[in-house]
């Protein structure tokens, strides 16, 4: 069985390590990283992924999460992917929500059996 993959994007070092290392632990997940919406859409184009997980503001350069979900849902090539905002702040996971994505989780949540649940519907 092929491990799941996953796409991370706008995370900080430490928190795409931590997520990366939860998702691995948890199930046996692949975790690429992007830093930018283009550098995410690049990848979308170029590999197949199973969940999108993608920061409310990006590390690299302050985008906004929100940006690359409406981007995605707005393509007919990744429309059906799922992705998820990474936040703790619940009025940008409404907002994501709003534009599509999955019910995401807050990096206070890493680990905790929500967040495994959360992702788990993508990844087990």
């Given at each position: ?11 900080c ?8 290392r ?103």
């Amino acid at each position: 069985m092929n491990a799941k993959r996953v796409l991370s994007v706008g995370q900080c070092f430490a928190d795409h390590h931590a997520i990366s290392r939860t998702l691995r632990q948890h199930y046996a997940a692949d975790v690429s990283e992007a830093g930018t919406v283009e550098e995410a859409l690049a990848q979308l184009r170029q590999n197949q992924f199973d969940l999108v997980l993608v920061n409310r503001v990006f590390d690299a350069n302050g985008c906004e999460g929100v940006a690359l979900i409406e981007q995605m849902k707005a393509d007919a090539a990744f429309k059906n992917v799922p992705v998820m905002l990474v936040s703790n702040y619940q009025n940008s996971q409404q907002e994501a929500l709003s534009r599509g994505a999955e019910p995401g989780f807050g990096k206070a949540a890493l680990g905790r059996p929500e967040m495994l649940a959360a992702v788990g519907k993508f990844l087990s």
